[in-house]
């Protein structure tokens, strides 16, 4: 038989490892950042919450071509599935008119936006 307190403490540390903002039923995706969490994360521009929230999306992928003048080693910023630039171009989108922020790794760039985005997609989603 089992002790109490082993019991007791494995439902605290599961507990205490959840996400918690989610409710019954709702699952945790790392590659996005929600409107709830944007707005908690007080960032005054894209970048300031992506770099708060999800610094990962903004690492170096690595280099894309032979030749490291064409090379783009960050991803490609989406801004309403038109793209918008570069990864400088963050700190120009106010996080106020921010709904939903989402990297797509590079198969998923690819299929949604085409096979120029070699080291992924930033894509984010405004209010209209």
């Known amino acids: 038989m089992i002790p109490r307190w082993v019991v007791a403490l494995t439902l605290t ?3 205490g490892c959840s996400h918690p903002k ?3 039923g709702d699952l945790y995706n790392s590659q996005v950042i929600t409107e709830d969490e944007i707005v908690a994360s007080r960032g005054s521009n894209a970048y300031d919450v992506i770099h708060k929230l999800r610094s990962n999306f903004l690492t170096n992928r690595g280099e ?3 030749n490291r003048n064409q090379s783009n080693p960050y991803p490609t910023v989406y ?3 038109q ?3 570069s990864i400088s171009t963050l700190s120009s989108i106010p996080a106020a008119q ?3 922020i989402q990297l797509y790794r590079v198969s998923e760039a690819n299929a949604k936006y085409g096979s120029h985005n070699l080291s992924g997609v930033i894509a984010i989603t405004t209010r209209h």
């Open 13 to 15: 540390i599961a507990v």
């Open 22 to 24: 989610l409710g019954p």
């Open 64 to 66: 894309t071509s032979l």
């Open 79 to 81: 801004v309403d599935d």
């Open 83 to 85: 793209e918008f630039g």
């Open 98 to 100: 921010i709904t939903m």
